[in-house]
């Protein structure tokens, strides 16, 4: 009876959307009656309200739909939805400055003369439209009451014309900033979470242990990823769109002709060029190059392209005199307080001196210049035309539509999910032969032909939850979550123009003139529809395009993960197995410098750590030939190993589902208490239903295949020699450069000691003033604690560290022990001499040759302990990174 109910949730949806019922309450509405209908079904034909579900009740599912609403709107960590008006105003105001005018009548003279050069313009605005207002209603309008008369009266092709302003005008869905890109990471930030839970449980059942490696989890994403992952494929897109033009101008040059230039190209041509195109070109840059960078998150960035989209339309709605006064303040003040970042400490926190409280005042200076052009750049905006308001009530009233769907999607998905549909869809998915790429085919397919009748923010918000999950957690293909994103949005793309319902379409015919043929709009979007399924199919083939830009952004950034961190081990290792054997030549005749060196100088147990060091990298490159070894032994036996982990895998998985399945059916047990005619009833239907599940899984078990357990041993031997060589390959590499590094560091800061000698001298000076009563303990306290600091600073001092501490503690607190003190005092200075004398002996005898072995290895053997990634090692790492690893064959 659930799948009867999950076809009636399905049918509700369909028949209220169908009459024009609106979105925002079609989605709740059809799950709340189709829950009611259920528990009212249930209690009228069985006795039990909770018969028809697949567990708990009707009260269970609504709050739990209750509780996802919760999730969307009062998580204060989730923040990303934040975007979503700053973006839509940035994009409302843009429009409502005519800038899509502008860019449209410039283009049209830069690129006129070309063959299809009216159409190219069309796209290029499009792009660049796409990264500034993302508004598809408002580019298609303009662009159809501008460029589609004038390719009308060039005797442009209907089909090319209308399909150029059609496709370009989508672009903004997947040209960064974009509110699906945006959307579509919120969702999927929770679908990483569930698929992270999956695939933990799938290493769990498969394994027996009960923790993952972390570097087999699910790579998360953000708006910022998607924004990054987005830009190549956007660019793509782009480019295949101009190709298209280009050829079908050349192959039928009477259907999309060159125009020729009207009027002079001279310098007030050419500074009309500059104003329309630079500023706009600006605020990308600074948008999206915020993001990029990391200066700036998604949200910081739509904060900042909604005040310079003010700031444009301040002097594009303005023109009279002192029109880009206003500008030119926010400008000279962005300017200023960049120049002034650089020559003064603008930290209120750390200022010290009068310089700096200077430069703190000449910064809140020029930021009251850049409030006055802000607000009065606003202030134009509010009182010409009433922009403002106009612009904000149009935000208020799309950023309210989308968080409104978003809530009720949260109760319709908690009805399918009620009716067990997650538990199907997995099922159905998890089962399809092919795999990752078959699940993945169809997820497309079905999001592509539903294009055809819903809004882009209707997929996104009900399909990318349900399929997502089960996308991400498959561990074969172990696809990103940006890659994911990235495709799903591509394809969304297409619900724009794929009619009856592409909206794109609709915009178009409203103010196109009656010459425009309907027909001429289906016919002219057919072939960009498949350049978008070619897109989609290119950037499927190379998930670099959408991985490599934010894995090097995040390698380059200030936040970058050390080498150490799990999720690089694969490819550091890869870095080193090219690298180290290649150096090998160069290490060891640096290890045997130090080894010939003069070891007298250095104490017993630091001579001892440098011999043991040369042994550990000696035996390193001993730990890199087996682990090269052990990952080809793996890699040789994974073709023949891999088509029976796969079956088994399969079959794994639909007994996990077939037990998900049984222990719902008992769980509804219990709601059939008594021996009442219904009770009964219910129990033997739940037993016999347990029954054939039963049946089911076993029958699945006995389908594994023989010899199983003896591949699986045999290749888990494989993998786990390839483990022991990679831990005493780390073992051996790392704790031995980390002894080189420090004795380095401990010989370089002879000098420092030696520095810091004649402080610590002076405390004998302080002990006897505190002991004669002209100092107070309390202010000798102080100046040892600030040595103290100073000597943590140095490398190698921790005993001294402790001898002064116990200097301190002798004059801290209420009786201050003077006598003490001095002799913790002669301690620290007898110890300092000992440290200044060695290291000063070792600066001459050893630390060159020391010195040289720590930094012809730094990037080798010692590169799991460096901070971060050199640049071409990031850049390498990044590149190896982008490519989507099969780790199924651990599980």
């Given at each position: 009876?659930?799948?009867?109910?999950?076809?009636?949730l399905?049918?509700?949806?369909?028949?209220?959307?169908?009459?024009?019922?609106?979105v925002?309450?079609?989605?709740?509405?059809?799950?709340?009656?189709?829950?009611?209908?259920?528990a009212?079904?249930?209690?009228?034909?069985?006795?039990?309200?909770?018969?028809?579900?697949?567990?708990?009740g009707?009260?269970?599912?609504?709050?739990?739909?209750?509780?996802?609403?919760?999730?969307?709107?009062?998580?204060?960590?989730?923040?990303?939805?934040?975007?979503?008006?700053?973006?839509?105003?940035?994009?409302?105001?843009?429009?409502?400055?005519?800038?899509?005018?502008?860019l449209?009548?410039?283009?049209?003279?830069?690129f006129?003369?070309?063959?299809?050069?009216?159409?190219?313009?069309?796209?290029?605005?499009?792009?660049?439209?796409a990264?500034?207002?993302?508004?598809?209603?408002?580019?298609?309008?303009?662009?159809?009451?501008?460029?589609?008369?004038?390719?009308?009266?060039?005797?442009?092709?209907?089909?090319?014309?209308t399909?150029?302003i059609?496709?370009?005008?989508?672009?903004?869905?997947?040209?960064?900033?974009?509110?699906?890109?945006?959307?579509?990471?919120?969702?999927?930030?929770?679908?990483?979470?569930?698929?992270?839970?999956l695939?933990?449980?799938?290493?769990?059942?498969?394994?027996?242990?009960?923790?993952?490696?972390?570097?087999?989890?699910?790579?998360?994403?953000?708006?910022?990823d998607?924004?990054?992952?987005?830009?190549?494929?956007?660019?793509?897109?782009?480019?295949?769109?101009?190709?298209?033009?280009?050829?079908?101008?050349i192959?039928?040059?009477?259907?999309?002709?060159?125009?020729?230039?009207?009027?002079?190209?001279?310098?007030?041509?050419?500074?009309?060029v500059f104003?329309?195109?630079?500023?706009?070109?600006?605020?990308?840059v600074?948008?999206?190059?915020?993001?990029?960078?990391?200066?700036?998150?998604?949200?910081?960035?739509?904060?900042?392209?909604?005040?310079?989209?003010?700031?444009?339309?301040?002097?594009?709605?303005?023109?009279?005199?002192?029109?880009?006064?206003?500008?030119?303040?926010v400008?000279?003040a962005?300017?200023?307080?960049y120049?002034?970042?650089?020559?003064?400490?603008?930290?209120?926190?750390?200022?010290?001196?009068?310089?700096?409280?200077?430069?703190?005042?000449?910064?809140?200076?020029?930021?009251?210049?850049?409030?006055?052009?802000?607000?009065?750049?606003?202030?134009?905006?509010?009182?010409?035309?009433?922009?403002?308001?106009?612009?904000?009530?149009?935000?208020?009233?799309?950023?309210?539509?989308?968080?409104?769907?978003?809530?009720g999607?949260?109760m319709?998905?908690?009805?399918?999910?009620?009716?067990g549909?997650?538990?199907?869809?997995?099922?159905?998915?998890?089962?399809?032969?092919?795999?990752?790429?078959?699940?993945?085919?169809?997820v497309?397919?079905v999001?592509?032909?539903?294009?055809?009748?819903l809004?882009?923010?209707?997929i996104?918000?009900v399909?990318?939850?349900?399929?997502?999950?089960?996308?991400?957690?498959?561990?074969?293909?172990?696809?990103?979550?940006?890659?994911?994103?990235?495709?799903?949005?591509?394809?969304?793309?297409?619900?724009?123009?794929?009619?009856p319902?592409?909206?794109?379409?609709?915009?178009?015919?409203?103010?196109?003139?009656s010459?425009?043929?309907?027909l001429?709009?289906?016919?002219?979007?057919?072939?960009?529809?498949?350049?978008?399924?070619?897109?989609?199919?290119?950037v499927g083939?190379?998930?670099?395009?959408?991985?490599?830009?934010?894995?090097?952004?995040?390698?380059?950034?200030?936040?970058?993960?050390?080498?150490?961190?799990?999720?690089?081990?694969?490819?550091?290792?890869e870095?080193?197995?090219?690298?180290l054997?290649?150096?090998?030549?160069a290490?060891?005749?640096?290890m045997?410098?130090?080894?010939?060196?003069?070891?007298?100088a250095?104490?017993?147990?630091?001579?001892?750590?440098?011999?043991?060091?040369?042994?550990?990298?000696?035996?390193?490159?001993?730990?890199?030939r087996?682990?090269?070894?052990?990952?080809?032994?793996v890699?040789?036996?994974?073709?023949?190993y891999?088509?029976?982990h796969?079956?088994?895998?399969?079959?794994?998985?639909?007994?996990?589902?077939?037990?998900?399945?049984?222990?719902?059916?008992?769980?509804?047990?219990?709601?059939?208490?008594?021996?009442?005619?219904?009770?009964?009833?219910?129990?033997?239907?739940?037993?016999?239903?347990?029954?054939?599940?039963?049946?089911?899984?076993?029958?699945?078990?006995?389908?594994r295949?023989?010899?199983?357990e003896?591949?699986?041993?045999?290749?888990?031997?494989?993998?786990?020699?390839?483990?022991e060589?990679?831990?005493?390959?780390?073992?051996?590499?790392?704790?031995?450069?980390?002894?080189?590094?420090?004795?380095?560091?401990?010989?370089?800061?002879?000098?420092?000691?030696?520095?810091?000698?004649?402080?610590?001298?002076?405390?004998?000076?302080?002990?006897?003033?505190?002991?004669?009563?002209?100092?107070?303990?309390?202010?000798?306290?102080?100046?040892?604690r600030i040595?103290?600091?100073?000597l943590?600073?140095?490398?190698?001092?921790?005993?001294?560290?402790?001898?002064?501490?116990?200097?301190?503690?002798?004059?801290?607190?209420?009786?201050?022990?003077?006598q003490?003190?001095?002799?913790?005092?002669?301690?620290?200075?007898?110890?300092?001499?000992?440290?200044?004398?060695?290291?000063?002996?070792?600066?001459?005898?050893?630390?060159?040759?020391?010195?040289?072995?720590?930094?012809?290895?730094?990037?080798?053997?010692?590169?799991?302990?460096?901070?971060?990634?050199?640049?071409?090692?990031?850049?390498?790492?990044?590149?190896?990174?982008?490519?989507?690893?099969?780790?199924?064959?651990?599980?």
């Amino acid at each position: 009876m659930e799948l009867v109910f999950l076809g009636l949730l399905f049918a509700v949806l369909i028949i209220v959307l169908g009459v024009g019922f609106p979105v925002a309450f079609a989605l709740p509405g059809a799950g709340i009656l189709t829950i009611g209908l259920a528990a009212g079904a249930g209690w009228l034909f069985t006795g039990n309200a909770n018969s028809y579900f697949l567990s708990g009740g009707a009260v269970e599912w609504i709050s739990a739909g209750v509780t996802n609403f919760r999730g969307i709107y009062w998580e204060a960590d989730r923040d990303t939805l934040i975007a979503v008006p700053l973006f839509v105003f940035m994009g409302i105001m843009l429009q409502r400055s005519r800038i899509a005018e502008d860019l449209l009548v410039t283009m049209a003279k830069l690129f006129g003369a070309l063959p299809g050069g009216l159409g190219i313009s069309v796209v290029v605005v499009g792009a660049l439209l796409a990264a500034t207002t993302g508004v598809v209603g408002a580019t298609v309008v303009a662009m159809g009451l501008i460029s589609l008369p004038a390719m009308m009266r060039n005797n442009y092709s209907q089909p090319l014309a209308t399909g150029t302003i059609l496709s370009s005008g989508t672009l903004g869905q997947i040209i960064p900033p974009s509110i699906v890109l945006i959307i579509l990471a919120d969702q999927l930030s929770s679908a990483v979470d569930q698929a992270a839970q999956l695939r933990t449980q799938e290493f769990r059942d498969a394994t027996g242990e009960f923790a993952m490696p972390s570097q087999f989890g699910v790579t998360p994403t953000s708006a910022g990823d998607m924004f990054m992952g987005a830009l190549v494929p956007g660019l793509v897109l782009v480019g295949l769109y101009v190709a298209y033009i280009l050829v079908f101008a050349i192959l039928r040059p009477r259907s999309a002709p060159s125009v020729p230039i009207e009027g002079r190209l001279d310098a007030a041509f050419w500074l009309t060029v500059f104003f329309n195109t630079v500023p706009p070109l600006v605020l990308i840059v600074l948008v999206l190059g915020s993001i990029i960078t990391g200066v700036a998150t998604v949200t910081q960035a739509g904060a900042v392209g909604a005040a310079g989209a003010v700031v444009m339309a301040g002097y594009k709605l303005h023109a009279g005199r002192a029109r880009y006064l206003p500008a030119t303040l926010v400008i000279a003040a962005l300017v200023a307080i960049y120049g002034l970042q650089g020559l003064f400490e603008l930290n209120v926190r750390r200022m010290e001196t009068d310089r700096d409280v200077l430069g703190v005042w000449l910064a809140a200076l020029a930021v009251a210049v850049l409030l006055v052009g802000l607000g009065w750049s606003g202030w134009r905006t509010l009182r010409i035309e009433n922009t403002l308001r106009m612009v904000m009530t149009e935000t208020a009233k799309t950023a309210s539509l989308v968080f409104i769907i978003l809530l009720g999607a949260a109760m319709l998905i908690s009805a399918f999910r009620a009716f067990g549909g997650e538990i199907l869809v997995t099922d159905y998915l998890s089962t399809l032969p092919g795999g990752f790429w078959a699940q993945f085919f169809v997820v497309m397919a079905v999001i592509f032909l539903l294009g055809f009748f819903l809004d882009f923010i209707e997929i996104a918000i009900v399909v990318v939850p349900i399929v997502a999950p089960i996308l991400l957690m498959n561990p074969e293909a172990n696809v990103t979550a940006v890659w994911l994103g990235v495709m799903i949005g591509l394809n969304i793309q297409t619900s724009f123009l794929t009619p009856p319902f592409g909206f794109a379409l609709f915009y178009l015919r409203g103010v196109a003139s009656s010459t425009v043929k309907t027909l001429a709009m289906y016919k002219g979007v057919v072939p960009f529809i498949a350049l978008q399924l070619l897109a989609l199919v290119i950037v499927g083939f190379n998930p670099a395009m959408v991985n490599y830009v934010p894995t090097r952004m995040s390698l380059l950034s200030e936040q970058a993960p050390p080498p150490r961190n799990p999720r690089l081990q694969p490819c550091v290792e890869e870095y080193l197995m090219r690298e180290l054997p290649a150096r090998e030549a160069a290490i060891r005749e640096s290890m045997d410098d130090v080894a010939t060196a003069d070891h007298g100088a250095l104490p017993e147990d630091a001579a001892r750590d440098v011999a043991e060091a040369l042994e550990g990298y000696d035996a390193s490159f001993g730990h890199m030939r087996e682990l090269v070894a052990a990952r080809d032994a793996v890699q040789a036996a994974a073709p023949e190993y891999r088509p029976l982990h796969r079956e088994v895998s399969r079959i794994r998985r639909e007994t996990a589902g077939l037990e998900t399945r049984i222990e719902a059916a008992r769980d509804q047990m219990r709601d059939f208490r008594g021996d009442t005619p219904e009770a009964v009833a219910g129990r033997e239907r739940l037993q016999a239903r347990i029954a054939m599940l039963e049946s089911e899984r076993d029958a699945l078990e006995q389908e594994r295949p023989e010899g199983w357990e003896a591949a699986r041993d045999a290749f888990r031997a494989l993998t786990d020699a390839e483990q022991e060589a990679r831990i005493a390959y780390q073992r051996s590499a790392d704790a031995s450069y980390a002894v080189l590094r420090d004795l380095v560091a401990e010989i370089r800061a002879g000098d420092d000691l030696a520095e810091i000698e004649s402080r610590i001298a002076a405390m004998a000076d302080w002990i006897t003033a505190v002991e004669g009563g002209t100092l107070a303990a309390e202010e000798a306290v102080e100046r040892i604690r600030i040595v103290e600091r100073d000597l943590r600073e140095i490398a190698g001092t921790q005993g001294l560290q402790a001898e002064l501490q116990n200097l301190r503690r002798a004059l801290d607190g209420a009786t201050p022990d003077p006598q003490a003190a001095s002799g913790h005092l002669e301690a620290t200075r007898a110890e300092l001499a000992g440290e200044i004398a060695w290291r000063s002996a070792a600066q001459d005898a050893i630390l060159d040759p020391l010195a040289a072995l720590e930094a012809e290895t730094r990037d080798t053997l010692g590169l799991r302990e460096q901070p971060r990634l050199a640049r071409e090692q990031a850049l390498d790492v990044a590149a190896c990174m982008s490519g989507h690893r099969d780790i199924s064959l651990y599980f």
